[in-house]
C-alpha cells in the first residue's frame, strides 16, 4: 500500500524555484533516503509533506486522503487530521529550552490530545526506554548532549504515534560519536517497520538500512531505485560526480 503519493510538486520562493516537479510513492515500510548536493531542494520536500511550507502546485495524497490536488488544499481541520499521520525530527532539535525531557514528550498529548497526564508519563518512560533515556526524564534540554537531544525529539515525535516518520537531516548538527547514538536509534525503528523519509547525508545509513533512494538535483527527483542500483550503477552524471565527492 503507498502511504504517501507525491505527483508534479512545485515550489519556489521569491520568484525562484526550489521544486520543479517531484514525483515519488512511499509504501508501507519503507525506508527512504533523500540524498544530493546542497540547495537540491530536499529539506523543502521534507516540508511540504508535513504542511510546513505550502506547495504552488501538485498534489499529495497520505494513505489514500487527498492533501493537496493540484495545488489546492482540504479545509484547515482535514489538513491537521492528515499531517498528524506523520512526525518529523528536525536537524536542530526544537525542543522547548525551559521544559524538562518529560514534559517536552508529555505537553503535546496532554494539551492538544486531551490525554491523562499519567497516561502520558507512562508512554513517554516506554518510549525514552526505546532511544536508551529513561534516566534522563526529569532532564533539562540544555544539560544533554546533541545526541541526546535529538533521541529526545524523536521520542517526542513517536509520542503520537506516527505512521510514518520524517527527519530532515537528522545528525548534521553532530560529531561521529553522537551521530552513531542516533542512527542506532533510527536504525531500530527501520528493523521494527516504521516507515520512514529521511534526508541525509550519511551515506552508510542510505546504502545499509534504506531500501530506496530518492537523489535529488537541481528540484527534482534526477534518479531513484534500490540502494545497490543507484549506489553501484549511477546513470546521472551529477549523481556519478555526487558519490565522487562523499564517498
Known sequence: MNL???????KGFSGQDVLTDVSFTVKRGDV?????????GKSTMLRCLIDLEKVDGGSIVVEGEPFVTDGVYPPAAKVRAITAKMGMVF?????????????NLTMP?????????EEADARAMSILGKVGLQDKVDAMPSTLSGGQKQRVAIARALMLNPDIMLFDEPTSALDPQLTAEVLGVMRKLAEEGMTMVVVTHEMSFARDVANKILFMCDGEIVESGPPEEVFGNPKDRRMAEFFGNVS
Open 4 to 10: 504517501i503519493e507525491v505527483s508534479g510538486l512545485k
Open 32 to 40: 527512504i533516503a533523500v540524498i544530493g548536493p546542497s540547495g537540491a
Open 91 to 103: 536537524q536542530s532539535f526544537n525542543l522547548f529550552p525551559h521544559l524538562s525531557v518529560r514534559k
Open 109 to 117: 498529548l496532554v494539551k492538544t490530545q486531551g490525554v491523562a497526564r
